[in-house]
T-cell receptor, first 113, second 115 residues
């Protein structure tokens, strides 16, 4: 069966460090992968999209990698700040016409001052 | 004004009642979605609509129905609410008519409690 796995345990890091979150998937051939940020009680907000033929994407302090051989995406936040504390969701679109997204359960990031 | 709005924001109802959750968007997007989010289960797709005449079931459509009244409006109904439909419900939109534009834009959510 298809699975998207994100670490269910919260990631605790100190301000200024780099946070790295993992998204692993099985039995998918995604056309692209997206990362979203979700604050408690609020809707997810889109951060980055990376396509199957891209290895890396950057946006300001954010970097996403996509390894279709390992079936894994890594999401990095450099120089992390307490304001980065949130839950981060990865989402895949199957390789079938860019239809719907399937979301992982998310990983909570806590950045301490 | 918010681009994607949901009403009501909070609702408490009783088992067996019919409930409608409404979603409106001013983004002009063609696609609209309804998700529910439960602790430990993440976001799950209930229904989606690629345009006004196209409605599709998602992963967990049983017990729900939808109506796409116009491009900007997409309603979710619970015909006879049950307690395990207690969840946070999100509406989302996306625009697939523009190249390279696949992100989804979410509303603020409706917290539904079924007693």
């Amino acid at each position: 069966s298809q699975k998207i796995e994100q670490n269910s345990e919260a990631l605790n890091i100190q301000e200024g460090k780099t946070a790295t979150l993992t998204c692993n998937y099985t039995n998918y051939s995604p056309a692209y992968l997206q990362w979203y940020r979700q604050d408690p009680g609020r809707g997810p907000v889109f951060l980055l999209l990376i396509r199957e033929n891209e290895k890396e994407k950057r946006k300001e302090r954010l970097k996403v990698t996509f390894d279709t051989t390992l079936k894994q995406s890594l999401f990095h936040i450099t120089a992390s700040q307490p304001a980065d504390s949130a839950t981060y969701l990865c989402a895949l679109a199957p390789n079938s016409g860019y239809s719907t997204l399937t979301f992982g359960k998310g990983t909570m990031l806590l950045v301490s001052p | 004004d918010a681009d994607v709005t949901q009403t009501p924001r909070n609702r408490i109802t009783k088992t067996g009642k019919r409930i409608m959750l409404e979603c409106s968007q001013t983004k002009g997007h063609d696609r609209m979605y309804w998700y529910r989010q439960d602790p430990g289960l993440g976001l799950r797709l209930i229904y989606y609509s690629f345009d006004v005449k196209d409605i599709n079931k998602g992963e967990i459509s049983d017990g729900y129905s939808v109506s796409r009244q116009a491009q900007a409006k997409f309603s979710l109904s619970l015909e006879s609410a049950i307690p395990n439909q207690t969840a946070l419900y999100f509406c989302a939109t996306s625009d697939h008519r523009r190249a390279n534009s696949y992100e989804q834009f979410f509303g603020p959510g409706t917290r539904l409690t079924v007693l």
